[in-house]
Each structure stands twice: as C-alpha cells, then as structure tokens.
C-alpha cells in the first residue's frame, strides 16, 4: 500500500511570491491533514478535510493560506503571498476516519524557505 | 483541554542501555494516545498507540509504553537502544473529533 505522496520535498522561494503543496493520501482514506510544523516543535493542524468538506479550518490563517480538496482525493494548500515567518515544514495526513483512535499516516512533508 | 507535556527535550543514552522518554498527559476523558518517531527528513510515523485496551502497548521495533491513568503519564520504553534509534519522539493525544495534539518532542541521540 502506497504512503502519503508529498510534493515538493523542498520549496525555496522570496518572500511576497505565492506558493503551492500539493498531497496525495493513501488510498480509501476520507480524512485529510495539512500540519505545520516549526523548527524543534510538535506539529499543529491547519486543516482538516473530511472528503470534500473543510471541518476544521480554525487555525488556518486565512488572509494567506487557502486550501482545496475539489474530489475528496488529493489536496492542495496555498500561501499568497509568502512571509519570512512561513518558513517551516508543511505535512500532509491521512486516516480512515475521524475516530480518537484512528491512526493518522503522515507523508514525508515540504520544507519552506522563505528568503 | 487535552494537552501532552513530554518532560525532556533531549535523552541521551549509551547503545544497548535501556530508553525511557517521559509523557504525562491531560485529559478530561479517558484519552487515545499515540507516539510518533521522526527521524532526519523523514515524515512521522507511528510507533504504537493505547485506545483503551491494554494498559501496556507494544510497538514497533521493540518499543513499548505504559498507560497509568493515576500518574496521567504514558512513558515510551525500550529494553536496549540502538544507533537507528536516534530520532525526534512525539507524544501525542487525540480529542474527541481525532484531532492530534503534539507534545513538544524529545530528541534522543544514541552513543557508540
């Protein structure tokens, strides 16, 4: 069974430009994560995405970022315009449901420059 | 509020010595907890999780973590650390909607 597909691995752009993540789950998973991770600290949740619908954006800064999951698969998340302070690890999540104690399988994430 | 607390930022411990990360959780439920290894670059993944069976969870690679609901704690284990160990340790708990709420992590280095 396939993971969760990132891309890009790494992402090295100038402050104010846009940019995109993108993320595949693993196969039959309705549930969607997009985390932040910063420097030496734990992941938070942006967003989550149960098929289509956005059921938990409350920590998604919205003047900025924005995100997608037009047929309930793949995911996409967008920072427009970039700030220095975006510069962290970008992770993507996939479970079965949304269940306390269902597992949550991560893909590789995308690492952030913004110079 | 759930929250997680791990008590050190860095563990270090000789090859072959046993490996304790600390843990104490919070928790207005009966909590599902999970911990996660990051190595360099890598994504997270899962070593074992406690929804409420066993107090005592086995994972992979011969971790291992016990659930004690009067210390709050959940603390990882392994009976002999090897150099493939050397990872970031993420104690994690789930609320109510699976939301995961990370610990602050515990780096663990590995000596020759």
């Known amino acids: 069974e396939a993971g969760v597909v990132q891309s890009p691995r790494y992402k090295i752009i100038e402050k104010k430009q846009p940019v995109a993540f993108w993320c595949n789950p693993i196969s039959g998973h309705n549930t969607l994560y997009w985390y932040l991770q910063n420097l030496g600290q734990g992941p938070e949740l942006l967003i989550r995405y149960e098929n289509e619908e956005a059921v938990d954006d409350s920590q998604l800064p919205k003047d900025r970022f924005s995100a997608e999951r037009l047929k309930g698969v793949d995911s996409t998340l967008k920072i427009q315009p970039a700030e220095l302070g975006d510069s962290a690890v970008y992770l993507c999540?996939?479970?079965?449901?949304?269940?306390?104690?269902?597992?949550?399988?991560f893909g590789p994430g995308t690492r952030l420059t913004v110079l | 509020a759930q929250s997680v607390t791990q008590l050190d930022s860095h563990v270090s411990v000789s090859e072959g010595t046993p490996v304790l990360l600390r843990c104490n959780y919070s928790s207005s439920y009966s909590p599902s907890l999970f911990w996660y290894v990051q190595h360099p670059n890598k994504g997270l993944q899962l070593l074992l999780k406690?929804?409420?069976?066993?107090?005592l969870v086995k994972g992979i690679n011969g971790f291992e973590a016990e659930f004690k609901k009067s210390e709050t704690s959940f603390h990882l284990t392994k009976p002999s650390a090897h150099m493939s160990d050397a990872a970031e340790y993420f104690c994690?708990?789930?609320?109510?909607?699976?939301?995961?709420?990370f610990g602050q992590g515990t780096e663990l280095s590995v000596k020759p």
């Open positions: 999540a996939s479970s079965r449901g949304t269940a306390p104690t269902d597992t949550q399988y």
């Open positions: 994690v708990v789930s609320d109510l909607t699976g939301k995961l709420i």
């Open positions: 406690y929804t409420s069976a066993a107090t």
